[in-house]
């Protein structure tokens, strides 16, 4: 049975979906461990992605069926070279518009973050190590990373911190990582391991949101209080009495958050994804460029979004390569 033509999106399972992160484009800079394959991915055509006029108007038809935040992704967003006037664009939308970015060009668009209203950056910082830093991304940029991670919050923005946490990789920091929201302004969050094409997932190398807190716990006992989470939030968060910051863990594969999810994605290729973890996606670029309706395709896909992890419902399942495999690299689907 498919939907009646209503606003806002809304899924079988009653979940409305105001959020869209957009993906800009599958290269960057950088070549996280977990996110590209050590050869890279093929580089496709530029007339495969969508052109700045394309993410603005597909954005506009997002924006008809309610979305009201939109999150710019990459690969990392900020190497395309109409990055600026994309924000420029969106930032008319009636939507809060935010970026994630690897922060290496932060310094260059602070004042186009400001002249769009763009209050909230995400960044990576998987390591707090610059040796350990520079291994995980296979590239030397920790020092730039962490000089540009000082004028975010010398400008007051709204700065989230991403850390993947893997087993013999940077599980021994996650005290260090809190301890760096002592006396800064940072949300930092620690996301559990998740497969995805090509990077040689195996869950011996992760640690789940139950390990977390075991350490987290025997270090600050007491001191650690649960902060208030809504519905749609991602992550469970928390504050050690008395920091500046917060911390917040991300349990994609032991404690999914799937009833609360009100996110849909948008590829660079212009592709919609109802879940990140599907592999069933909707080709809007096409039809916009026919001049065809995309509304009812986007109704389509939110619709038919299935209850937990694109059908994967079990741990088992997700564990399962004939399954998890079956996805993007995470490059290709953007952060």
Same mark, same amino acid.
């Given at each position: 049975?498919?939907?009646?033509?209503?606003?806002?999106?809304?899924?079988? *399972?009653?979940?409305?979906?105001?959020?869209?992160?957009?993906?800009? &484009?599958?290269?960057?800079?950088l070549r996280c461990v977990y996110c590209m394959p050590a050869?890279?991915?093929?580089?496709?055509?530029?007339?495969? *992605?969508?052109?700045?006029?394309?993410?603005?108007?597909?954005? &506009?038809?997002?924006?008809?069926?309610?979305?009201?935040?939109?999150?710019?992704?990459?690969?990392?967003?900020?190497?395309?070279?109409?990055? @600026?006037?994309?924000?420029?664009?969106l930032c008319k939308l009636p939507v809060q518009l935010a970026?994630?970015?690897?922060?290496?060009?932060?310094?260059?668009?602070?004042?186009?973050?400001?002249?769009?209203?763009?209050?909230?950056?995400?960044?990576?910082?998987?390591?707090?190590?610059?040796?350990?830093?520079?291994?995980?991304?296979?590239?030397?940029?920790?020092?730039?990373?962490?000089?540009?991670?000082?004028?975010?919050?010398?400008?007051?923005?709204?700065?989230?911190?991403?850390?993947?946490?893997?087993?013999?990789?940077?599980?021994?920091?996650?005290?260090?990582?809190?301890? *760096?929201?002592?006396?800064?302004?940072?949300?930092?969050?620690?996301i559990e391991f998740m497969p995805f094409n090509g990077n @040689?997932?195996?869950?011996?190398?992760?640690?789940?949101?139950?390990?977390?807190?075991? %350490?987290?716990?025997?270090?600050?006992?007491?001191?650690?209080?649960?902060?208030?989470? @809504?519905?749609?939030? &991602?992550?469970?968060?928390?504050?050690?009495?008395?920091?500046?910051?917060?911390?917040?863990? %991300?349990?994609?594969?032991?404690?999914?958050?799937?009833?609360?999810?009100?996110?849909?994605?948008?590829?660079?290729?212009?592709? %919609?994804?109802?879940?990140?973890?599907?592999?069933?996606? &909707?080709?809007?670029?096409?039809?916009?460029?026919?001049?065809?309706?995309?509304?009812?395709?986007?109704?389509?896909?939110?619709?038919?979004?299935?209850?937990?992890?694109?059908?994967?419902?079990?741990?088992?399942? *997700?564990?399962?390569?004939?399954?998890?495999?079956?996805?993007?690299?995470?490059?290709?689907?953007?952060?």
């Open positions: 049975m498919s939907p009646e033509p209503l606003t806002p999106l809304s899924d079988q *399972f009653g979940r409305i979906h105001d959020y869209l992160r957009i993906s800009l &484009t599958e290269r960057c800079n050869e890279g991915i093929v580089l496709r055509p530029k007339s495969q *992605f969508m052109k700045t006029g394309e993410v603005i108007a597909l954005a &506009t038809e997002f924006v008809k069926l309610g979305v009201t935040k939109i999150r710019l992704t990459g690969g990392e967003p900020l190497i395309r070279n109409d990055a @600026k006037e994309i924000m420029e664009g970026v994630s970015t690897n922060g290496i060009l932060i310094d260059k668009f602070l004042e186009t973050f400001k002249n769009c209203n763009i209050h909230s950056i995400n960044v990576s910082l998987d390591s707090l190590k610059e040796d350990r830093f520079n291994a995980v991304t296979r590239r030397n940029d920790f020092n730039k990373i962490i000089s540009n991670i000082g004028l975010l919050l010398k400008d007051e923005f709204h700065l989230k911190l991403n850390a993947v946490i893997m087993k013999g990789v940077n599980d021994d920091e996650l005290i260090d990582f809190i301890e *760096f929201t002592k006396d800064r302004n940072i949300h930092y969050r620690f @040689k997932w195996d869950w011996n190398k992760g640690l789940s949101y139950k390990a977390m807190m075991e %350490i987290i716990m025997l270090a600050y006992n007491k001191k650690v209080v649960k902060l208030k989470d @809504k519905k749609t939030d &991602t992550a469970k968060a928390f504050q050690i009495d008395g920091y500046k910051g917060t911390f917040a863990i %991300i349990s994609s594969v032991t404690n999914p958050f799937c009833d609360g999810c009100n996110r849909l994605r948008l590829t660079a290729d212009g592709k %919609i994804k109802n879940c990140l973890f599907s592999n069933n996606e &909707t080709d809007l670029l096409t039809p916009l460029r026919e001049g065809k309706d995309v509304l009812n395709l986007i109704r389509e896909s939110v619709w038919h979004k299935k209850r937990v992890r694109g059908g994967m419902e079990t741990f088992e399942d *997700f564990s399962a390569p004939e399954l998890n495999q079956l996805n993007r690299n995470m490059i290709s689907i953007g952060g």
